[in-house]
């Protein structure tokens, strides 16, 4: 019998290239996706950090000018109520007070009291007796009240101070001088130097924080830059942090600079609004966006290299692997094409051999009838094990988003499960009328715990801390670990501020009680700023978070193991 001949085919690729090529398409495509992911998260994470730092560089920043500008203040309301300085007839006294608060201060560039008709009567090393001042403006402002002058240069000192490396700058402080007839005599009032501000700007920035370009700057209230960088001293500027700041809020974001470059600006505003005794400064800390995320994209380089590296080697692994799989398989395809050809010549096949190599290879050329038969048996095991592989994925995926909401060391709720029942939390005091508020503690006395007694101890610590919270409050409140030794208390259905006030001392007392470790016993305290939430308030929870952290950080300027409320 005459078998026609095949039409010939077009050649198909060798399995051993089609796996090549699939398994490096796969490693490509993969490789690709993780660096895109690597990269984005990387970045978005190092902007969202440099942010938090600026942010909190600038309360700092703020918080030092105020402190500065208040024990002025102080000063010279103290001086206006001592008698030597009231009478000022005795001038070699009144002289020998003034210069006694300028040895204690060397900030005080000049202390001197003039009277009514603006004669300097007084003053430290003599400097300016006699000259007449009633045209200056804290001479003016201080015959009414204490009063603070904002920036400005030296006028009159100019030529009588010393030489400095940066040009003289004051705030001056003054206050009235009222007779023992109630009756205004004088003035008295105090030329701070700028330095000061300069050196804690210095002090504010590590040189961590140098080398990458920081910039801390205090803007006056006309948009007047009186610290910063040499360029900008005394220019106006204008961007949307200094607006922010200028309106009294605080925080951090990206903007363009005057100079085209982007810059991550954290904001803040000093002194308080309408108050004649503070001054209104915005204060911004900034880099460029380009430093902040210089960590990232050198991290993203490096996985480059490494991406590439462990491309080439997947890929000679797939190379060999692709080799080991398809020989046997070749070898028995070679074999079906020559009984193939044998049958079409009309000869009689030879006997499809024994592939040996792997099992499969080896059951594909013994039973090849039977895989047909068994197709719907494999089938059925098939379909059995992918629903016992759903059930497991099911059960797995639960536990896996229990443990992505709960800390691993206390077993308590972790800052995203914290995040997802505030919404709630807030929801709950709108429908029933009643303040909810925000406990944010810092164990006092941990890291001396940790640095004596080692971490292991340090880990017990935390776990029995959490445990005398969740013990402390009711089931309906929540407790939750932030990181390290920081938690957060949410307590519902308040009578007000006094209510979460006594409840929060109340865990005080819970928490300042021996703890009895594995090999010590120990005792710590707690810093607790509390935040309110009202029926009412705007649903912020990054503003309610941010004022319970900014109270807790008052209670710890404050003494430590001690309740701050916040306003």
Aim: charged share 25%.
């Amino acid at each position: 019998m005459n078998i026609p001949a095949r039409p010939p085919t077009r050649r198909s690729l060798r399995l051993a290239t089609i796996t090549m090529l699939t398994v490096s398409i796969a490693v490509t495509l993969t490789v690709l996706l993780h660096l895109a992911l690597v990269s984005h998260f990387a970045h978005q994470q190092a902007r969202k950090e440099a942010q938090l730092r600026l942010q909190q560089l600038s309360w700092q920043m703020r918080d030092s000018l105020n402190r500065v500008t208040n024990n002025a203040l102080v000063t010279v309301k103290l001086l206006a109520d001592l008698p030597q300085v009231r009478s000022f007839d005795d001038a070699d006294a009144t002289r020998g007070v003034l210069e006694s608060i300028q040895r204690e201060v060397a900030d005080y560039a000049w202390i001197g009291v003039a009277d009514a008709n603006g004669k300097v009567r007084v003053s430290t090393g003599r400097m300016l007796e006699g000259a007449q001042v009633e045209a200056r403006p804290w001479f003016q402002a201080g015959l009414k009240r204490a009063h603070a002058t904002d920036y400005h240069p030296a006028l009159l000192l100019n030529k009588l101070l010393p030489k400095a490396a940066d040009p003289w700058r004051f705030i001056d402080m003054s206050a009235p001088l009222a007779g023992a007839d109630g009756q205004v005599r004088g003035v008295v009032g105090v030329h701070m130097s700028w330095q000061w501000a300069r050196n804690r700007a210095r002090q504010l920035l590590t040189p961590a924080l140098r080398e990458y370009g920081a910039e801390v700057l205090v803007v006056r209230a006309d948009g007047t830059v009186i610290l910063g960088p040499d360029h900008l001293i005394e220019k106006k500027i204008d961007t949307p942090s200094l607006r922010l700041a200028q309106a009294g809020a605080t925080g951090s974001l990206r903007e363009e600079g005057v100079d085209g470059k982007t810059y991550l600006t954290g904001y803040s505003r000093t002194g308080t609004a309408g108050d004649p005794t503070t001054l209104q400064w915005a204060v911004l800390v900034r880099h460029t966006e380009d430093a902040a995320l210089a960590d990232a994209r050198a991290l993203e380089d490096r996985m480059i290299v490494l991406s590439v590296l462990m491309a080439l080697v997947l890929a000679g692994c797939a190379a060999l692997l692709a080799r080991r799989l398809t020989r046997p398989m070749d070898a028995l395809s070679g074999a079906i094409e020559q009984a193939a050809a044998a049958t079409r010549a009309g000869g009689r096949p030879q006997d499809i051999p024994v592939v040996n190599g792997f099992h499969e290879a080896q059951v594909l050329s013994d039973a090849m009838r039977e895989l047909v038969r068994s197709e719907e048996a494999h089938r059925s095991a098939l379909e059995t094990m992918n629903r016992q592989l759903e059930s497991t994925v099911a059960a797995r995926t639960a536990e896996l988003q229990a443990l992505l909401l709960h800390d691993a060391l206390t077993g308590l709720p972790n800052r995203r499960a914290l995040m997802q029942a505030l919404p709630d939390a807030m929801r709950r005091a709108a429908r029933a009328g009643k303040p909810c508020a925000l406990l944010f503690l810092d164990m006092d006395g941990f890291k001396g715990v940790n640095d004596t007694h080692g971490h292991e101890e340090g880990d017990e610590l935390l776990r029995q801390f959490g445990a005398r919270l969740l013990d402390a409050v009711r089931k309906t409140d929540l407790v939750a670990r932030l990181a390290g030794d920081e938690f957060v208390v949410v307590l519902e259905g308040l009578a007000d501020a006094q209510d979460a006030h006594e409840k929060a001392n109340s865990l005080l007392d819970v928490l300042g009680q021996p703890y009895a470790l594995r090999r010590a016993g120990v005792r710590v305290g707690a810093s607790i700023g509390v935040a309110l939430h009202r029926p009412g308030d705007p649903q912020d929870l990054d503003a309610w978070l941010a004022r319970a952290d900014s109270s807790m950080y008052a209670a710890k300027r404050g003494g430590k193991n001690a309740v701050a409320l916040a306003n």
